[in-house]
């Protein structure tokens, strides 16, 4: 397929899940989450998700860009900076005592620091960001390689999801954002934890110390300020039992592009 032919697919992908998100969230006032509701919502969502694997493939390569091409504003997607109390203390320190930890379904459950994670295999990739808001930016990412990390702590063989705990409440009660992505995504080798943009230290509005970054799918799948990442097999007994923040309020688990 062509350049311009994929260009064209993550165009149309992103404007479709955009416009239904905001479908979503407009209607909230109208429809209420009833079974049926639900069951139209999941349905939709798998025909959707079996619809982008047939026209893509899930070890293919995002469009990358170059320097030239960077946004000269890149905007923070979802919440700008956490107030939990323990983050802003590491935020205050420029993160020196920060630890990645990495649990459940691992031989080696292990805590990296920031230094320890720049030390992994890193990679580099200039790409560009679609949000289901409607906006685009285009960025230079630095960071270390998902399948370098995970590599250090031997997954087990029942781990099927890496799920991505984050420091950031999203709701007025409290609710800590999280998300996740199957073990495919995760060894996909531009699957990288961020620590660096346009050649700069990750600022906090942007996810400092650490984002992820899933460059085929959309912004809400990139969680922001992760803490902790944890190995599954479901996503049973894991808040809303969906994957994520916003899937468990009805968005796509595979948010392709």
Sequence with gaps: MTADNNEGRRRFLAGTVGAAGGLLLSGCDYLSWSG???????????????????????????QEFTEADLSPFFRSNGTSNPQDPAYQAMAQNGFAEYRLEVTGRVKRRTAFSLAGLRDLPSGTQITRHDCVEGWSAIGKWKGVKLAALLKRVHPLPDARYVVFHCADSIDDAGTRYYESIDMEDAYHPRTILAYGINNQPLPIKNGAPIRVRIERQLGYKMAKYVMRIELVESFAGISGGRGGYWEDEGYEWYAGI
């Design 36 to 62: 049926a509701f639900v069951r139209l919502v999941e349905g939709a969502q798998k025909l959707s998700g079996a619809a982008q694997h047939l026209v893509t493939s899930r070890t293919s390569l995002a």
